[in-house]
């Protein structure tokens, strides 16, 4: 299977990884809850890829000097 990162903002391709070649602590996910990373990773098991939904330096920085952006790409939350 293989994780691929897009941004959760603005849907940028980030890039992927094999995930059975892939340290599972490197990757960041073994930290989240189960809670967590159900909201974060989608899996299209028909292509065999997960999604992962992560943010760009683009976004992050956006946020970062305009923290209110954020609530408005996340209107669910
Ligand atoms: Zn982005």
Redesign the pocket.
């Known amino acids: 299977m293989q994780l691929i990162y897009v ?6 391709y980030l890039g992927r990884i094999d995930r059975d070649q892939a340290d599972p602590s490197r990757l960041g996910l073994d930290t989240l809850t189960a809670e967590e990373q159900a909201d974060i990773i989608s899996y299209n098991l028909n292509e065999d890829v997960a999604y992962v939904r992560t ?2 330096n ?2 992050q920085e956006a946020i970062e000097s305009h923290p209110e952006l954020a609530l408005l790409h996340n209107p669910l939350q």
Not at 7 to 12: D, G, I
């Open positions: 941004c959760r903002h603005c849907n940028m943010i760009c683009y976004c």
